[in-house]
């Protein structure tokens, strides 16, 4: 199984390539997600997908580090670690 790193690299090539796929994946995340890697993404974990611009810039906070790490994994299914930012 691909690591989140990996999985946000081929979502990040794909969308640089190909325009169709970049705005279906900033208006369905959730099911690009699934389509691409053949996984089911919990209902209780919430996918966004934000594109910088020339004027916005986004910057990703880690999970809070006083959240305890099976709280993060059953509320991802476990697809999140705690040493990667989610998405």
Do not use: N, Y
């Amino acid at each position: 199984m691909k690591t989140m790193d990996e999985m946000r690299q081929q979502l990040i090539d794909k969308a640089e390539d190909d325009i169709a796929f970049r705005s279906r994946l900033l208006a369905e995340p959730r099911a690009v997600v699934e389509e691409e890697f053949g996984i089911e993404v919990p209902e209780s974990l919430e996918l966004r997908v934000h594109e910088d611009s020339r004027s916005a810039v986004h910057l990703v906070l880690p999970p809070d580090p006083k959240l305890d790490m099976q709280e993060l994994r059953t509320a991802s299914g476990g697809l999140c670690d705690g040493c990667t930012p989610c998405w």
